[in-house]
């Protein structure tokens, strides 16, 4: 008996003649110029794009390096001051024996902002030249940058935490450090370096 083997080809809304409005994903023929629904205009691709990617993406790498070089927070006791980086801190952690706080601390300061950085750079260069990784790993890479971006804040909440709790008068006080207001501004323009990313120009983009 002879056996068929049936590939399955990917169709694109693009090639279908229609395109999603990016503020509420209601889909439309591509004649249509604003969506109905929110009367947002319709855009096939958004030409500007990579132009705003980059930008968010310089100023936010620009803010990350003073991030890591100042304190995050500042200690003050009867006897002295401490004020401790993202990488400072976490070594004083492993002094303490707290390596499993120390570990958390360097992969949501560190392994994920440079992660991040790295990813939303290759995404950027990949629709622009041939790329060896598929288009449906390229998507998924994007949508792993979009959610782990809600977490980037971690070490802020935690400074904010710290200094609204930890404030005993003249004995002890926590404040945050200016590391705080440069690492707040890299997470802020890095989500905003990946939000204006489009990513439909992945499948725009020929297969290497």
């Known amino acids: 008996m002879e056996r068929v083997e049936h590939t399955a080809k990917i169709v694109t809304a693009r090639q279908l003649g229609l395109v999603a409005c990016q503020r509420c994903q209601q889909v439309w023929p591509q004649e249509v110029d604003r969506c109905t629904r929110c009367g947002h205009r319709l855009v096939g691709r958004d030409r500007k794009s990579l132009?705003?990617?980059w930008a968010f993406?310089?100023?936010g790498l620009m803010c990350y390096v003073p991030?890591?070089?100042?304190?995050?927070?500042q200690t003050r006791t009867?006897?002295?001051?401490?004020?401790d980086t993202i990488i400072g801190?976490?070594?004083e952690l492993v002094h303490y024996g707290s390596y499993a706080v120390a570990a958390i601390i360097l992969f949501a300061s560190v392994a994920i902002p440079i992660g991040k950085f790295l990813a939303i750079a290759f995404l950027a260069v990949s629709v622009q030249r041939p790329s060896s990784v598929?288009?449906?790993?390229?998507q998924m890479l994007f949508e792993v940058v979009?959610?782990?971006?809600?977490?980037?804040?971690?070490?802020?909440f935690v400074v904010a935490i710290l200094s609204s709790l930890v404030q005993l008068n003249v004995v002890v006080a926590i404040y945050p450090g200016p590391a705080s207001l440069f690492f707040a501004l890299s997470v802020i323009f890095t989500m905003l370096s990946a939000?204006?990313?489009?990513?439909?120009?992945?499948w725009d983009a020929d297969d290497a």
């Open 51 to 53: 132009q705003r990617v």
């Open 57 to 59: 993406w310089v100023i």
């Open 67 to 73: 991030a890591n070089l100042y304190p995050m927070l």
């Open 78 to 83: 009867f006897f002295y001051t401490q004020r």
């Open 89 to 91: 801190g976490a070594i």
């Open 134 to 138: 598929s288009k449906g790993q390229r």
């Open 146 to 156: 979009e959610y782990i971006g809600r977490w980037s804040m971690i070490d802020i």
């Open 195 to 202: 939000q204006a990313f489009d990513s439909r120009m992945i």
